[in-house]
């Protein structure tokens, strides 16, 4: 059983309630647009759930006020990947066409469309173009390294992750952000790297920090140059 009502709360404002039968914990949540959700179990009593939202007023606040300062969403009209060109253009089509011209790939998008509409299918288009680009790219890479360097590993998987480049597990399952191929190819092959070496070192104490020093001499100037970028970000467009 699901009730669903809407509060409005002075300090705070409207909140959308869900009690529900299978929910088992109180949860609060935020969304892009500022609504405030709220989930409890079906028989929590009112007062308590009015207690439970005021104890996270100053979050709430916070968040609203990130969501409302938070630029809107802007995709580069062009995408570099690897020499790879990929462009953007509104034309007077109907429906987004896809056009070969030369080596560059371009997206032709109805000039109609809303800015908003615009940007999601730039941004469509852009995610089905690195994760073809990732799929095809990343994993022979890593298999050269790993030849070249002698650290073998079980297995390579292409995700698409929020905030972190790679990873390997305890059993050398290496997982590469497909954003990888983003990136300029000496910080992409530094990553690389880096997941290869927790073959052998799982941490990222002295000894790892010597054996990346030694494959890139240069490493605290990479490290510095990579923060520069994340995966979720553009980057230079071309």
Same mark, same amino acid.
């Given at each position: 059983m699901i009730k669903i009502e809407k509060i409005y709360i002075k300090e705070i404002g409207t909140v959308t309630l869900r009690k529900a039968s299978t =929910?088992?914990?109180f949860r609060l949540t935020v969304k892009n647009n500022? *609504?405030?959700?709220?989930? =409890?179990?079906?028989? /929590?009593? @009112?007062? *308590? !759930? &009015?207690e439970l939202?005021?104890?996270k007023k100053e979050w709430i606040l916070k968040s609203i006020n990130k969501q409302e300062n938070k630029q809107p969403k802007k995709i580069p009209n062009s995408l570099s990947i690897l020499g790879k060109a990929y462009?953007?253009?509104?034309? *007077?089509?109907?429906k987004p066409q896809l056009a070969e011209e030369g080596n560059d790939t371009i997206l032709y998008l109805p000039k109609t469309a809303t800015e908003e509409r615009i940007e @999601? &299918?730039? *941004?469509?288009?852009?995610?089905?173009?690195?994760? &073809?680009e990732a799929k095809n790219i990343l994993p022979s890479r890593l298999f050269e390294w790993s030849k070249k360097l002698d650290l073998p590993y079980n297995a390579c998987r292409i995700k698409n992750n929020k905030t972190n480049w790679g990873s390997c597990s305890a059993k050398g399952n290496i997982n590469l952000n497909m954003h990888l191929i983003k990136l300029p190819e000496h910080l992409m092959d530094m990553v690389l790297v880096h997941e290869l070496m927790h073959t052998i070192i799982?941490?990222?104490? @002295? @000894? %790892? #920090?010597?054996? &990346?020093?030694? !494959? %890139?001499p240069n490493i605290k100037q990479l490290n510095k140059e990579m923060k520069k970028y994340h995966p979720? /970000?553009?980057? #230079?467009?071309i």
């Open positions: =929910t088992k914990n500022g *609504e405030i959700l709220v989930g =409890t179990p079906l028989r /929590t009593r @009112d007062k *308590e !759930i &009015m939202i005021l104890s462009h953007i253009r509104l034309s *007077e089509t109907d @999601d &299918m730039k *941004e469509h288009f852009y995610a089905s173009v690195i994760r &073809m799982p941490n990222h104490g @002295d @000894d %790892f #920090q010597k054996a &990346m020093g030694k !494959i %890139f979720h /970000t553009w980057g #230079q467009p």
